[in-house]
T-cell receptor
């Protein structure tokens, strides 16, 4: 059981480049989300999705786009990378439903550096 | 969103019990109390959650105060692998979302 898989694990970009961080889950979870974690800080929510075709903004959405065409995949796109987006990015999934009592499953993260 | 307050760091010796406190004085009646931990260079890992009653699972126990304004995560016998940042998070039942709002957590050091 793979759980939540993130690729790549590491990436270095130049300012202005674009790229897509991949996230896939094999648990048939409806809810998926992206967080970023800066050094010494907790995770902050970027975007989330409650099901295929439905996405919404989190706390820090600027500079990022998402789409959810399938239940399994939830890619995060950086349109024009900036040094301020240097961070560790985590994808998470859960059964969903908004009951408040479902655990979330996290991937191992993508470490992104913008030069 | 209701906030939680945790100590920045705690220390323990291996095989001793650890009590990690969390204050959440503005908790609402429908908020669940969740705990996650993050090992070095890994994503957060679900530990336990509860609403009103104390909870036990294979990883830990969660003790919830009667007024629900505080809770304590209990690791019965700390191991070196338990060294991590522990996050106490309140989860309100939002319609159709499972948002998590992280604070800075408690960094637990475990000594041999």
């Amino acid at each position: 059981n793979a759980g939540v898989t993130q690729t790549p694990k590491f990436q270095v970009l130049k300012t202005g480049q674009s790229m897509t961080l991949q996230c896939a889950q094999d648990m048939n979870h409806e809810y998926m989300s992206w967080y970023r974690q800066d050094p010494g800080m907790g995770l902050r929510l970027i975007h989330y999705s409650v099901g295929a075709g439905i996405t919404d903004q989190g706390e820090v959405p600027n500079g990022y786009n998402v789409s959810r065409s399938t239940t399994e995949d939830f890619p995060l796109r950086l349109l024009s990378a900036a040094p301020s987006q240097t961070s560790v990015y985590f994808c998470a999934s859960s059964i969903g439903g908004g009951e408040g009592n479902q655990p979330q499953h996290f991937g191992d993260g993508t470490r992104l550096s913008i030069l | 969103d209701a906030k939680t307050t945790q100590p920045n760091s705690m220390e323990s010796n291996e095989e001793e019990p650890v009590h990690l406190p969390c204050n959440h004085s503005t908790i609402s009646g429908t908020d669940y109390i969740h705990w996650y931990r993050q090992l070095p260079s890994q994503g957060p890992e679900y530990v336990i959650h509860g609403l009103t009653s104390n909870v036990n699972n294979r990883m830990a126990s969660l003790a919830i105060a009667e007024d629900r304004k505080s809770s304590t995560l209990i690791l019965h016998r700390a191991t070196l692998r338990d060294a991590a940042v522990y996050y106490c998070i309140l989860r309100a039942p939002f319609y159709n979302t499972d948002k998590l709002i992280f604070g800075t957590g408690t960094r637990l050091q475990v000594f041999p």
